[in-house]
């Protein structure tokens, strides 16, 4: 996708690490991700641009918004992410004006006032980084819950492990955090009021410029600046006092960690607090007004001198909940989840089952289409600028490439294995460079499941092994399973059915001589065993028929699927791949 991460900020604050780090990641998964922000220090992949939202006169947001405009049409932004509240409110109304879906995530506590209450400026989506923080929008702003998502502070988790207590002849008592505004105030008072400069070393690591009232401190306490090697820093102190990503990054390296922040003091993290740490981001966030009892940090900070490091569960709480893949797992999904929902658009998987090339082959269930008719259904398909996709294309899980930029993708499944799918639809395939999923029976030569029926079907061959390897061996077919005689799972105890997906499965892959990704219910019926079975065997995907979310991501193992029948011409199939059919049908 193309995603523009936009920020509000002067100096190094900890939504600009988030939206980098995420940002990141965005790019090496093969995103394009633009950043649009005052200042930009962290390093970053993608390309700046400069907006200095913290100019927040009327003109000016008039202007912030048409740039915004503009960067939205001239880089076919499919997505905007926000970080601040300057910039949400801009990117809001350049979302409105241009139809882009938006998430903002919400990285402390937001003004409360009737205006705000109105106009919430967060776009599709809101992700507070904490509980506490999604609490004071449900109550103070009446953000509905439905709109909300708490997504936590993505980690490098690989970056930060446990290291061996310092041997420093003084206690090091290490402070990470800006010398601005409510963080400066906090590391103001530590310094004057808790901290004894003659029984520790304390160093101050942060980003911002001295200021006149830190003057005072500077022959007692060794004010280090900025770093980027932090997990160095961090190994190096006895005890470090910080907040949000630097308390759980501090954690991550087993260092004993006193999470103080805006907001409150949670204490000395362990297993104990942990989770109230999380849930108000290890201090920074709580109620309006500071709530930190100062006399007591003494206290804590030798308690936290008194060991050399922070437990191994406190730590694997910490990368259970922030590593950055899992945190970049989910903003996928819930780019997924707007970029549909707000469009009412998502990438056909339409349903073939037979081919035939005369009318004498013609029968009574399952539903078939004239060659010819498949001809020009692909044709149509070639001029509308279709590319196809199958389930061993997204076969590492990531269905967000379907929603690649610039490209339109559709995905054609054909049931059952019949051996006019070699002999018919194979050639057509190859004629327009497309490719198909065809999902085989295997304990039948024949359609048994239809011609065994008070209402008689006459036999149709199903593939045999070398027909199916031929099929597979294409380059335009992938192989999935479709259980071995083709029942209704649902009728099936647990065992039966698992006789039939996993034997089915182990036939199919001795004969393609490759793992399957995918799997179609005979009929589209299952129940939960089913998609339970499907997937602790090994398959990656599943298929129903005309159940399942409309949303393809939502439900890897309940995939709804479009039927095509014997009377859907060029114009029939044209308005069920538009991208809006479900959607539309689902509304009637």
């Known amino acids: 996708m193309n995603i523009l991460m936009a920020l509000s900020q002067l100096e190094v604050t900890g939504a600009e ?34 907006l200095r939202f913290n100019k927040r006169s009327v003109p000016r947001r008039f202007w912030h918004v048409g740039y915004l405009v503009y960067l939205i049409k001239k880089h076919n932004i499919q997505l905007v992410h926000a970080h601040s509240r ?20 919400v990285h402390g506590r937001q003004p409360v006032h009737a205006s705000r209450k109105k106009f919430h400026a967060m776009g599709d989506k809101a992700l507070p980084v904490c509980e506490a923080i999604r609490d004071q929008l449900q109550n103070e702003l009446d953000v509905p819950l439905e709109q909300m998502e708490v997504s936590r502070n993505g980690i490098e988790t690989d970056r930060f492990q446990k ?40 160093r101050v690591v942060t980003g911002s410029e001295m200021t006149e009232r830190f003057e005072q401190f500077t022959s007692t306490v060794n004010f280090v600046g900025y770093t980027n090697d932090v997990p160095k820093m961090l190994s190096e102190a006895d005890l470090v006092i910080g907040a949000g990503r630097v308390a759980m990054e501090s954690l991550l390296c087993g260092r004993p960690t006193l999470a103080v922040g805006e907001a409150s003091c949670v204490g000395i993290v362990d297993e104990t607090n942990v989770a109230e740490a999380m ?24 308690k936290g001198l008194s060991t050399p490091h922070c437990s191994d569960a406190t730590s694997q709480v910490i990368r259970d909940n922030y590593t950055l893949t899992n945190i970049v797992d989910q903003v996928e999904r819930v780019y997924q989840d707007i970029y ?14 037979r ?95 239809d011609v065994e029926t008070e209402q008689k079907e006459r036999e149709l061959d199903i593939m045999n092994a070398e027909q199916v390897r031929e099929l597979s061996d294409s380059g335009y077919v992938e192989i999935g399973g479709h259980t071995l005689t083709h029942p209704r799972l649902s009728t099936l105890s647990y065992e039966q059915q698992r006789h039939e997906i996993e034997n089915n499965k182990k036939e199919l892959e001795a004969i393609i001589g490759k793992p399957m990704v995918s799997f179609a219910y005979p009929y589209g019926d299952h129940n939960e065993e089913s998609k339970q079975l499907a997937e602790s065997l090994g398959y990656a995907y599943a298929v129903a028929t005309d ?3 409309l949303k393809f991501h939502q439900d890897r193992f ?24 479900l959607f539309r049908k689902m509304k009637k």
């Open 17 to 50: 690490v988030y939206a980098t780090t995420v940002g990141n990641e965005l790019t090496a998964r093969g995103h394009n991700v633009f950043y649009v922000s005052d200042t930009l220090t962290k390093p970053h992949d993608g390309e700046f641009f400069s």
């Open 86 to 105: 300057a910039s949400s409110w801009s990117c809001h109304v350049a979302c409105k004006i241009t139809g882009t879906p938006m998430v903002t995530t």
């Open 163 to 202: 290291t061996s207590a310092p041997a420093n002849p003084k206690p090091v008592v290490t402070i990470v955090g800006r010398l601005t505004g409510p963080k400066g105030d906090l590391c103001y008072r530590l310094l004057d009021e808790c901290l004894d400069a003659t029984k520790y070393d304390i």
């Open 279 to 302: 849930a108000c981001n290890f201090g920074d966030i709580g109620a309006k007004e500071m709530n930190i009892d100062f006399s007591t940090i003494a206290a804590l900070v030798e």
């Open 340 to 353: 549909v929902e707000k469009l009412r658009r998502e990438m056909p998987v339409i349903m073939y089952h």
């Open 355 to 449: 081919f035939i090339d005369n009318d004498e082959d013609k029968n009574v269930f399952a539903p078939y289409i004239h060659i010819d008719m498949f001809d020009k259904h692909l044709a149509m398909l070639k001029k509308q600028g279709f590319e196809t996709l199958t389930f061993e294309d997204l076969a590492d899980g990531r269905t967000i490439r379907r929603l690649e930029p610039g490209k339109r993708y559709i995905m054609i499944t054909v049931d059952d294995g019949y051996v006019d799918n070699l002999e018919l639809m194979l050639p057509v395939l190859k004629k327009y460079g497309f490719k198909a999923t065809v999902y085989v029976v295997t304990g039948e030569t024949f359609n048994r499941w």
């Open 547 to 549: 159940s399942g979310p």
């Open 558 to 581: 309940q995939i709804r699927r479009i039927a095509v029948f014997p009377k859907t011409d060029v114009f029939g199939l044209w308005r069920k791949v538009r991208g809006n059919y």
